[in-house]
């Protein structure tokens, strides 16, 4: 279980994040919405520690993770892996050092600067990047990938940190519609198979809808909704977004006008189904 009681932080006068209060039971899957600078990288950044909270606290199975320092820090970020919107791969290197990356915790920081990985540390790497549908792609500069591939590749170096809890702060929000839903499925994949505990910031309301659990709704700081994808009204599309949410249900649409992707490129029945058929290996 994952727990924030009361969390806060604050910019100079300015609460990014008001008194956030939450349990997530282990392995649940849950969608964080809301308008742009509503708090939910925020939120993210301080479940990972690599945001202080100005107040409250944070726990996972009634650990304290609020006052971890040194080794102890380490050792939470790599339990809580991060991917990232811009992916944060570094280009030079060959997609499988970047997944090996993830391993810095458990491999040391010196011999993973030297890349001093075992055989079974580079098996392991690829069996991860297998399950993305990316092993083929292991040797291969990762400035030469496609920004799903590199999402993929980002999504397989937090595998390798074999972490209990994976934060996704938009991962989907550069990518077009065919790689969002590869991206998406691999992440709720990751979530069944592994247990793995998916909290995950999204733009869309369909994408959180199609894919969660369990949504959360912030509105400037505060959390304003949390509950299934079901009670999800459009009235509390309206109180989360506010009147940019109109017409969002009706049209099928969802926060495409909150910087969502654009309608012309969402996705049709027969993009599904094409995806459907292309599954892992779309890029
Ligand atoms: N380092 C910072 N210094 C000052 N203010 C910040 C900082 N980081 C975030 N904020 C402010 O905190 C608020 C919440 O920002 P945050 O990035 O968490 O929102 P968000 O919901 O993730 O937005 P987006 O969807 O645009 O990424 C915003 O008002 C933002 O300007």
């Not at 040194?70 to 991060?82: D, H, K, P, V, Y």
């Not at 590749?153 to 809890?165: C, D, G, N, S, T």
Request: glycine share 8%.
């Amino acid at each position: 279980m994952l727990t924030t009681e009361k969390l806060t932080k604050s910019f100079k006068t300015r609460n990014a994040v008001s008194d956030v209060s939450l349990s997530i039971p282990q392995g649940q899957m849950v969608g964080v919405i809301g308008r742009s600078g509503a708090g939910k990288s925020t939120l993210l950044r301080m479940v990972n520690r690599l945001a202080e909270p100005t107040d409250g606290r944070i726990t996972f199975e009634g650990r304290d993770v609020t006052a971890l320092r040194g080794s102890a820090l380490l050792e939470w970020r790599a339990t809580c892996a991060m991917v990232f919107q811009q992916f944060n791969l570094v280009g030079r290197l060959d997609v499988l050092t970047n997944v090996l990356t993830g391993r810095l915790y458990h491999h040391g920081f010196v011999a993973s600067m030297l890349q001093l990985f075992t055989a079974s540390e580079r098996a392991f790497a690829i069996r991860a990047l297998d399950r993305l549908g990316m092993a083929h792609t292991a040797l291969q500069q990762a400035d030469t990938l496609s920004g799903g591939q590199m999402q993929r590749v980002a999504i397989a170096r937090a595998l390798v940190q074999e972490p209990r809890i994976l934060l996704a702060d938009e991962p989907i929000a550069s990518l077009d519609p065919l790689n969002a839903k590869v991206v998406m499925d691999a992440l709720r994949t990751i979530n069944r198979e592994d247990g793995i505990t998916v909290v995950c910031n999204l733009h869309t309301l369909d994408t959180a809808r199609s894919y969660c659990d369990r949504i959360i709704g912030l509105k400037d700081g505060v959390l304003v909704f949390d509950g299934t994808p079901e009670m999800l009204t459009q009235e509390m599309a309206r109180e989360i977004y506010g009147a940019e949410a109109d017409g969002a249900f009706a049209e099928g649409l969802t926060s495409t006008s909150l910087g969502g992707v654009p309608a012309k490129q969402r996705l049709t029945e027969r993009d599904l189904a094409k995806n459907a058929q292309l599954g892992m290996a779309a890029s």
